[in-house]
């Protein structure tokens, strides 16, 4: 655990559970202070927090639905009002609502356009402005931009209009020694991925690579913590499938 008065400080969105709450343990467990970003589920930011600092870690939990710019831009103002700057953001808050292209409503494709886009574009606005020289973004897309399941219409739109932000990103940090990364998960098991789904689909599913497996949260957490470590600083404008080889 590197020492908390030198630490770097990582913002993780959507943390509070699954991906995100995997990707904020591993990141206060290679020495960053962990901002634990939530919209609705304060008591399990909270207890991820209190994890944290329980094991030597320092944390602070923010509420902010990363549709809402104003609401985001106070993220950060409380992020560096406690830790003094942000140096390493994780866009991980995204939805996924499924279905076929001519039963999807307009309620479904607004929301994930708001959360999984516009949320994105919010962040990746404040970073642009306010993040710290050296620092490194990571965006979480999806490897259903690759494979182009049905159902998926939706969703993977959202995700593959992230990809192109996070490579036209990459040149306009030009000077400033930030990387704008973003990794591309395969089906992980979540209760994002896994609500809904039978069965016999999850299996189906988890032998479409050759490892014959789900992702686990870990297994993505490991990945950014590569892209947010030392090791990953020359990797810059990529997005990595993290998917186990399914496509």
């Not at 809904?196 to 690579?209: D, F, H, Q, W, Y």
């Amino acid at each position: 655990m590197a020492s908390s008065e030198n630490s770097k400080v990582a913002l993780v969105t959507g943390a509070s559970r699954g991906i995100g709450a995997a990707v904020a343990r591993r990141l206060a467990s290679d020495g960053f202070t962990v901002v634990v970003n939530y919209s609705g589920s304060a008591a399990a930011a909270e207890d991820l927090a209190r994890v944290i600092e329980q094991a030597g870690g320092r944390a602070l939990t923010a509420k902010a639905d990363v549709s809402d710019a104003e609401a985001v831009r106070r993220m950060f103002d409380a992020a560096e009002g406690a830790f003094g700057g942000v140096d390493v953001l994780v866009n991980n808050a995204g939805i996924m609502m499924l279905s076929p292209l001519a039963e999807a409503d307009d309620a479904s494709f607004d929301r994930q356009i708001a959360v999984n886009l516009k949320g994105t574009f919010n962040t990746l606005r404040e970073a642009a402005r306010r993040l710290r020289g050296g620092g490194r973004i990571i965006n979480l897309s999806t490897s259903i931009v690759g494979l182009k399941l049905e159902t998926y219409g939706v969703y993977a739109a959202t995700k593959a209009a992230v990809e192109t932000l996070t490579a036209i990103m990459t040149k306009e940090m030009r000077g400033r020694n930030i990387t704008v990364n973003a990794i591309a998960p395969g089906p992980v098991a979540t209760d994002l991925f896994l609500n809904g789904k039978t069965e016999e689909l999850v299996t189906r599913m988890a032998k479409m690579n050759p490892l014959e497996r789900l992702g686990s949260p870990e297994d993505i957490a490991s990945a950014v913590a590569f892209l947010a470590g030392p090791d990953g600083g020359w990797i810059n404008g990529q997005t990595l499938r993290a998917n186990g080889g399914a496509i």
